[in-house]
């Protein structure tokens, strides 16, 4: 599960290229097969069905234009409370290029490009059921800028998270018509010269191929897809992290027990108290005798705590699965049974709810570490006050917790929930949204604090864990702290703590871990 040399860097960007081929079908892309995607950077590449399926659904669209002069929404309409305006059949590719254009109104910080990545990954396997009347070259050109990492710039402040993840996906869709701005070979560049340079035209979108595009959960649940795996990391580390942290507050292991477990069996509970056995065995400073009968809740209550937090990725790995295995454009074209059926699969709930979810379980990870942070510098249990020998004239380890406390307090308002809220858009005619996008790069932030948290977590545990000696911990616990102190050594004295946080948070990032295992 862990290994501490041999370092995975999470940033899809940074991979190694392993030439291998994913083939995108009509069967589900699961989380396992999404990191395996990710972790081999592998290449993406289109199924026969679903090039079949796709191409069926653009000529049975085409005919039924054609054939039929009433209007149909979103084909020869106006969109959005102008969806009475009938468009003539000659308009068309006009009408979908200035959706495009008008839409791409995003602003705010750039998105991570690994999101961009998992955006175009998801828009791909979405429209390649054959629901959504593209073209076969725009899922195509899609796969292009996947494969040759060409990726559009895409801002995080624009979605409503209903409707699709409009403005994001608008930016997403003016690479494909060449307008816009991409990252090529590592640097911003104009669209239409990465075109020139790859001898590539834009594509000339037909009827109803940009609200295909633009409509779309594919923002949110690329952010949800990297959060979850992201997130079973970072539970395993705060489960690890917590194990050292008990080993240097001289804790007890009978709270960890099985028969406390199986008389409330949630199944993080289980897990976590199982894990935390596992990671436990062989310790001298876990089976000492003690002093003290009860440790307090941070420590004693890992596994309930904790395991809380698994059963919610649990949850939430579910609901990602489903959304990212679906056709959530609109109208959606059913060619079998010969119709074309406007609803609501853009509508973001699902993952808004599923996101603040998360990010409230995530929270509460950090919430935990802080408090055990707090327990290990209080001069409790025979360690120094602050970890520091002569304190007093050394504020040691005093600021870190302060420092992580910030951040708690911070993830405590990130994860004031999203989904609560709603405000009407396009006249009234989208009345209720989801701000699911909102949901979304909150939580990417809670979870980025986590990483910082567990890391200040592990470094107070470390410098603790130097007073117990010459009692040892596990031998896998030791193999971790070996690994470690090899970049943060024991603090004798005061110095600028900022370089050793951010050696730790590089540490914690840099765990390589069998994600796939953890994805049971």
């Keep these: 599960m862990f290994k501490s040399v041999g370092l995975l860097n999470f940033a899809m960007s940074k991979l190694k290229r392993m030439n291998q081929t994913y083939t995108i079908s009509n069967s589900d892309l699961t989380f396992k097969s999404l990191y395996k995607i990710i972790s081999e950077n592998q290449q993406l590449e289109l199924s026969q069905e679903a090039k079949e399926k796709i191409t069926s659904c653009r000529n049975y669209l085409d005919a039924k234009i054609n054939k039929e002069s009433k209007p149909i929404y979103g084909i020869n309409t106006g969109f959005g409370s102008l969806y009475k305006v009938k468009i003539e059949n000659d308009k068309l590719h006009e009408l979908q290029e200035n959706l495009v254009m008008s839409h791409a109104c995003g602003t705010g910080d750039e998105v991570p490009k690994e999101i961009v990545r998992l955006m175009l990954l998801l828009k791909i396997k979405s429209l390649s059921y054959g629901h959504s009347g593209v073209q076969l070259d725009t899922v195509q050109r899609l796969i292009d800028f996947y494969n040759q990492d060409v990726l559009p710039v895409i801002f995080t402040q624009g979605s409503l998270g209903a409707s699709g993840d409009l403005a994001p996906l608008a930016h997403l869709a003016l690479a494909i018509i060449g307008k816009g701005e991409v990252y090529f070979k590592g640097k911003k560049q104009k669209t239409k010269d990465v075109y020139a340079e790859l001898g590539l035209k834009?594509?000339?979108?037909?009827?109803?191929?940009?609200?295909?595009?633009?409509?779309?959960?594919?923002?949110?649940?690329?952010?949800?897809?990297?959060?979850?795996?992201?997130?079973?990391?970072?539970?395993?580390?705060?489960?690890?992290?917590?194990?050292l942290s008990l080993e240097a507050f001289d804790g007890n292991l009978s709270p960890f027990d099985p028969l406390v477990h199986m008389v409330r069996p949630h199944k993080g509970q289980l897990k976590t108290a199982?894990?935390?056995?596992?990671?436990?065995?062989?310790?001298?400073?876990?089976?000492?005798?003690?002093?003290?009968?009860?440790?307090?809740?941070?420590?004693?209550?890992?596994?309930?705590?904790?395991?809380?937090?698994?059963?919610?990725?649990?949850?939430?790995?579910?609901?990602?699965?489903?959304?990212?295995?679906?056709?959530?454009?609109?109208?959606?074209?059913?060619?079998?049974?010969?119709?074309?059926?406007?609803?609501?699969?853009?509508?973001?709930?699902?993952?808004?709810?599923?996101?603040?979810?998360?990010?409230?379980?995530?929270?509460?990870?950090?919430?935990?570490?802080?408090?055990?942070?707090?327990?290990?510098?209080?001069?409790?249990?025979?360690?120094?006050?602050?970890?520091?020998?002569?304190?007093?004239?050394?504020?040691?380890?005093?600021?870190?917790?302060?420092?992580?406390?910030?951040?708690?307090?911070?993830?405590?308002?990130?994860?004031?929930?999203?989904?609560?809220?709603?405000?009407?858009?396009?006249?009234?005619?989208?009345?209720?949204?989801?701000?699911?996008?909102?949901?979304?790069?909150?939580?990417?932030?809670?979870?980025?604090?986590?990483e910082r948290i567990l890391a200040i977590e592990l470094l107070n545990a470390s410098q603790a864990l130097y007073f117990r000696d010459p009692v040892k911990t596990s031998p896998f616990l030791k193999s971790v702290l070996i690994s470690y102190r090899n970049e943060i050594p024991f603090i004798e004295k005061d110095e600028i703590l900022h370089y050793s946080i951010q050696k730790s948070i590089n540490f914690v990032k840099s765990l390589e871990i069998d994600i796939e295992e953890l994805l049971d």
């Design 274 to 450: 199982k894990r935390v056995r596992r990671f436990l065995t062989g310790s001298e400073l876990i089976a000492q005798e003690k002093e003290h009968v009860q440790d307090p809740y941070s420590f004693r209550c890992i596994p309930q705590v904790h395991g809380a937090t698994s059963d919610t990725l649990s949850f939430v790995k579910n609901t990602i699965n489903i959304e990212i295995n679906a056709v959530t454009d609109n109208p959606n074209i059913f060619v079998e049974e010969d119709t074309i059926i406007s609803g609501g699969n853009f509508h973001g709930q699902p993952l808004a709810l599923a996101l603040d979810y998360l990010g409230i379980a995530m929270a509460e990870l950090g919430n935990i570490s802080e408090r055990r942070t707090f327990q290990l510098v209080s001069g409790l249990r025979g360690l120094p006050p602050f970890l520091i020998a002569e304190s007093g004239l050394n504020s040691g380890f005093m600021i870190p917790q302060y420092t992580a406390a910030s951040i708690v307090s911070q993830n405590k308002q990130l994860a004031t929930p999203a989904s609560i809220d709603s405000i009407v858009s396009s006249n009234g005619q989208e009345d209720h949204v989801s701000m699911g996008a909102n949901a979304a790069t909150k939580t990417y932030r809670i979870v980025e604090n986590i």
């Design 202 to 243: 834009p594509i000339q979108l037909q009827s109803k191929e940009g609200l295909a595009l633009l409509n779309g959960t594919q923002f949110m649940s690329a952010y949800a897809s990297y959060l979850v795996l992201k997130s079973y990391k970072l539970k395993y580390i705060a489960d690890l992290v917590g194990c």
